[in-house]
């Protein structure tokens, strides 16, 4: 089974400063893709950035980008220019690739990282 | 093209009655996913469906859940004789390609249970 951490469970920064949520997960998998996703006040779940883990070059979009690090089985997200709508929590979540028949589930999520940005 | 669409958004039950959840998957997706979120949680994995197919339901207790997604219409989660313990917020996704194949899942706004 696979297993995603999130060790911040809370951050606050200025607006328009930079930061980065951390991610580590733990799988014995090679084809597998990583996603994060933000939960705003409103509750909708929704998709920030997605890395493919055969890529090794980082994903990026627009002001978020990744770091992605397969040997150490990190995934930090990385937002830049932060802005008060960015203020949600932050969903890392693992998927793992193929078809393993049954058993295995769709996203795997870690706790999330509550995100503040001040004004 | 309209989102997931989950309804209804909040829901209250007493003790012993049941609870039907509805998602409407996005225009074209035949896959969907319903998760659990508890207060302070992650979104936890209950249950994967293709058109009239349970294809993994690992996450979902054996007892008083079960999960339908019929030829027509929408999908239904559907908890019995609920207790405390079922109030949650139950989110629906759907995407256009089985899992494996790394497509995002896409979420509905969730159902709010509460159980009194």
């Known amino acids: 089974a696979q297993t995603v951490t999130q060790s911040q469970p809370e951050m606050s920064v200025q607006e328009a400063e930079t930061v980065t949520l951390s991610c580590t997960y733990d799988?014995?998998?090679?084809?597998?893709?990583l996603f994060w996703y933000k939960q705003p006040p409103s509750r909708q779940m929704i998709l920030v950035i997605r890395q493919e883990a055969y890529k090794q070059q980082n994903a990026t979009e627009n002001r978020f980008s990744v770091n992605f690090q397969k040997a150490a089985k990190s995934f930090s997200l990385k937002i830049s220019d932060s802005q008060l709508g960015d203020t949600a929590m932050y969903f890392c979540?693992?998927?793992?690739?193929?078809?393993?028949?049954?058993?295995?589930?769709?996203?795997?999520f870690g706790k999330g990282t509550h995100l503040i940005i001040q004004p | 093209n309209a989102g997931v669409m989950q309804n209804p958004r909040h829901l209250v039950r007493r003790r012993g009655q049941e609870a039907r959840l509805r998602c409407s998957p996005m225009?074209?997706?035949?896959?969907v996913y319903w998760y659990r979120q508890l207060p302070e949680e992650g979104l936890k994995f209950m249950v994967y469906l293709q058109k009239e197919n349970i294809i993994d339901e690992s996450g979902m207790p054996k007892e008083r859940f079960s999960a339908e997604f019929p030829k027509e219409g929408p999908s239904i989660l559907r908890i019995q004789q609920v207790v405390r313990g079922d109030s949650a917020a139950y989110f629906c996704?759907?995407?256009?390609?089985?899992?494996?194949?790394?497509?995002?899942?896409?979420f509905g706004n969730g159902t709010r249970l509460t159980v009194t």
């Open positions: 996704a759907s995407s256009p390609m089985g899992r494996g194949e790394g497509s995002p899942l896409h």
């Open positions: 979540a693992f998927m793992k690739g193929g078809y393993s028949g049954g058993g295995a589930d769709g996203l795997t």
């Open positions: 225009k074209g997706h035949s896959h």
């Open positions: 799988t014995s998998e090679n084809n597998y893709y």
